[in-house]
């Protein structure tokens, strides 16, 4: 994911970096499943803004040993924070909250299905082997972080 430094003033600029993972599990079903994403990069966050500021990325999945429906999960970590209530954007020892969800209304935050988070999941079959998620992410309005360039790292787990 490719992150900006502040060229001065009072702004930061955020982005979470989407990671990936092995598969945790496997059924017969589907022999092999493989991931690639793109981050979400939020751009510049101005201080104090009174409305959250909005970006997506992608996770792309393609199967293989498909049979007609094959169900999959996919997970998201908590990153830097250690919990889905609020996701934690670091520069340095300053921080900004966030959050990644499901849903384009910004209410379903994608997790693994703990802690107030729900699991993300799609069919694969063989008329439709390789989905692309779209990864909704929103940092929180109203806050007052230093200048910097602000980054965390999730782990994305795809289950098969």
Same mark, same amino acid.
């Given at each position: 994911? #490719?992150?900006?430094?502040?060229?001065?003033?009072?702004?930061?600029?955020?982005?979470?970096?989407?990671?990936?993972?092995?598969?945790?599990?496997?059924?017969?079903?589907?022999?092999?499943?493989?991931? +690639?994403? +793109?981050?979400?990069?939020?751009?510049?966050? &101005?201080?104090?803004?009174? /409305?959250?500021?909005?970006?997506? #990325? *992608?996770?792309?999945?393609?199967? *293989?040993?498909?049979?007609?429906?094959? #169900?999959?999960? @996919?997970?998201?970590?908590?990153?830097?924070?250690?919990? $889905?209530?609020?996701?934690?954007?670091?520069?340095?020892?300053? &921080?900004?909250? $966030?959050?990644?969800?499901?849903?384009?209304?910004?209410?379903?935050?994608? #997790?693994?299905?703990?802690?107030? +988070?729900?699991?993300?999941?799609?069919?694969? /079959?063989?008329?439709?082997?390789?989905? *692309?998620?779209?990864?909704?992410?929103?940092?929180?309005?109203?806050?007052?972080?230093?200048?910097?360039? $602000?980054?965390? +790292? @999730?782990?994305?787990?795809?289950? $098969?």
């Amino acid at each position: 994911m #490719g992150a900006m430094t502040c060229a001065g003033g009072r702004a930061a600029v955020v982005g979470a970096l989407i990671a990936l993972a092995a598969p945790l599990g496997c059924f017969a079903a589907v022999t092999a499943c493989t991931t +690639s994403a +793109s981050g979400v990069v939020f751009g510049t966050y &101005t201080p104090l803004t009174p /409305t959250a500021l909005l970006a997506n #990325g *992608t996770i792309a999945i393609s199967c *293989t040993g498909l049979t007609a429906n094959n #169900g999959i999960t @996919i997970d998201l970590s908590t990153g830097t924070s250690g919990n $889905y209530a609020s996701r934690t954007l670091v520069s340095g020892a300053s &921080t900004l909250d $966030y959050n990644l969800y499901l849903d384009a209304a910004y209410t379903q935050v994608w #997790g693994n299905g703990s802690g107030g +988070s729900l699991e993300g999941s799609v069919a694969v /079959t063989n008329g439709h082997p390789n989905p *692309t998620l779209t990864v909704y992410g929103a940092v929180a309005a109203a806050q007052d972080p230093l200048p910097g360039t $602000y980054s965390d +790292s @999730i782990t994305v787990s795809v289950n $098969y």
